[in-house]
């Protein structure tokens, strides 16, 4: 019969183990390079401008041809802002989720 601390430590022990197997297939893996790290990091950074710039436009239109005592400018830079925040989230965790389960994959 085992005892807790040694069911404790097999299961550490496994942890660890699936940690090390992960980290060495990613030291491994030469698909993916810097610029392949770069490259997600522009696409995150134009999937929150351009909604961005897009509402920012759309305002500044609105702002010319309805003004009013509030910045139309401002409240679609804001919610441009706010979707484009969103999407980018979204995709993030999309690219997290097919990561771990392509992970998960390599460890069975």
Known sequence: ????????????DKEIG???QRKLRAQSN????IWFGLGMMGIVGWTIAVPT????????????????????????LILGLLVGCLIA???VLKE??????????NDN
């Open 30 to 33: 030469e698909k993916k390079s």
């Open 18 to 20: 699936v940690k090390v």
């Open 1 to 12: 019969m085992k005892t807790p601390d040694k069911i404790d430590r097999n299961t550490f």
């Open 96 to 105: 997290h989720k097919e990561m771990n389960e392509n992970n998960d994959e």
């Open 53 to 76: 710039l897009v509402g920012t436009a759309f305002g500044i239109w609105l702002d010319k041809k309805y003004p009013e005592s509030l910045s139309w400018t401002l409240s679609f």
């Open 89 to 91: 989230w979204r995709w």
